[in-house]
Each structure stands twice: as C-alpha cells, then as structure tokens.
C-alpha cells in the first residue's frame, strides 16, 4: 500500500493512506450494498460524472455521493406527494380532533434539503461553494528560508 507524507496543521509530518487522495478518472459502479433503486442509480450517475468529469471525486466521496442520489430521490417523491395530495393531505395532516401539523411529507422534503445543501457543499455544486474548494497556493514566506539562502551562498 503506497503512503504519502503530509504536514498535519500542528507541523506533525504523518503517513496516510495515497488512496485516499487519488482522484478517480472513471466513475464506479453504485455500491450493491446500498440497494439504489433506479432513480437513484440515476442521480448517482448524473452527479458523479460530473465529479469525474472535473476531477473532483475520490475513493471516501463515493458514500457521499450514494447519500446524495438516495437524498435527491426522496426529496422528489415527498414533492410529488405533496403535488398529488394538495394542501389538506399533502402539506397538511388534520387529525381527527381536528388539530393539524405539516405532513410527514413536508418533514421529509425539508430534510432531504437540508441534506441535499450540506452534500452540494462537500461537492462544491453551487459557484460559491467551488471557489472555496479551489487548491490552496502556497503563500510566500516573507523572512525567507535560511536554509535555502545558507545553500545558495554556499553552494551557487
């Protein structure tokens, strides 16, 4: 298994896993284990080739993009509910003493929203989102490196 150094934020220098980082140039069949159903084959299709097609997906994305297909199909169902129950039913629910409360459906749409929110973060699908996942430049160190200029004057 290939390693990779990196310099964790305290300055510790780690050994992790080069997989982890690997970007993937094909976009892998949807786990089995998740069980999709064909709509969210779909959206797992569409959202991560587009991913690969940027360059934007390793090996630790793909259960957030399963998260994803899985999250966008539940939104569209609790949406056609709604649409198909209307407001009494849809949007809704009236108990039989007559208090009522937003339907299950409602509850479902918001969350799936919330999560939908949350994973086009972690992807970066909205503008601003991907100028925050833009590679970090290395800033320029302004008292320079005394090692560097010890060698350059030293050694040409």
Do not use: C
Request: avoid cysteine; charged fraction near 30%; hydrophobic fraction near 35%.
């Amino acid at each position: 298994m290939a390693n990779l150094k990196i310099v964790t934020g305290d300055g510790e220098v780690k050994e992790v896993n080069k997989n982890l980082y690997q970007i993937l140039d094909k976009l892998p069949a949807p786990s089995s284990k998740f069980e999709l159903n064909d709509d969210q084959k779909y959206w797992y299709k569409y959202f991560g080739q587009q991913l690969v097609d940027t360059k934007k997906l390793t090996k630790p994305d793909l259960i957030h993009l399963h998260q994803l297909a899985t999250s966008v199909d539940y939104y569209i169902q609790a949406e056609k509910k709604i649409r198909e129950k209307g407001f009494d039913g849809g949007l809704i629910q009236t108990f039989k003493g007559g208090a009522t409360n937003v339907s299950g459906y409602v509850t479902i749409r918001e969350k799936m929203i919330k999560e939908i929110n949350e994973l086009s973060k972690h992807f970066g699908f909205s503008f601003k989102d991907r100028s925050k996942l833009v590679e970090q430049k290395q800033q320029v160190n302004p008292q320079g490196d005394l090692f560097e200029e010890f060698i350059k004057a030293n050694h040409g």
